[in-house]
């Protein structure tokens, strides 16, 4: 009898326990390339700053969202990754040339992006450049803010071209 209910106290335990983000959940690999480990076709970190490192979970903005403004207009939308601020795509890229990355709130305003059509197909794996100092050109880490305060401006373009 004792086994019994030591097992149903232990199952108990951990669905209890599993209610909520856990710590282990909130942490994989924040920041580092994605597509290292991964067979889904884009992925990135969102940040709360320019310039944190790997694996820095707890300054990754999780209440935003990728999306990739393609030159026709159209709109592809990332989806939530494993960890805090982790963000993928799946879906197919053989037919996407030019795009300007941007970044959500959780009401789909643009809270920051890239310059218009910066970005082309070989540049999907977002962490491959958005380091903590930055390679090839980027400024460092994808954020939650408008860094450059030239957003407006961008935007202004956007709806003009």
Do not use: W
Not at 85 to 112: C, H, L
Not at 138 to 161: C, E, H, K, M, W
């Amino acid at each position: 009898m004792t086994k019994k209910y030591t097992l149903v106290l232990s199952i108990a335990a951990f669905l209890l326990g599993g209610c909520g983000e856990s710590e282990f959940h909130a942490k994989h690999n924040q920041g580092r390339n994605c597509l290292e480990c991964h067979g889904f076709k884009g992925g990135g970190t969102i940040f709360n700053d320019l310039h944190r490192p790997n694996l820095d979970y707890k300054n990754a903005a999780d209440a935003y969202n990728i999306q990739l403004l393609l030159e026709n207009g159209d709109i592809i939308t990332f989806e939530k990754g494993n960890g805090y601020g982790n963000r993928k795509y799946s879906g197919d890229i053989s037919a996407i040339d030019r795009f300007t990355p941007q970044i959500v709130d959780k009401n789909g305003t643009v809270v920051n992006q890239s310059r218009p059509n910066s970005h082309d197909s070989s540049r999907f794996a977002c962490n491959r450049c958005h380091t903590q100092e930055g390679a090839n050109g980027a400024p460092g880490r994808i954020v939650n803010f408008d860094y450059y305060g030239t957003l407006g401006d961008q935007l202004d373009s956007n709806q003009t071209n």
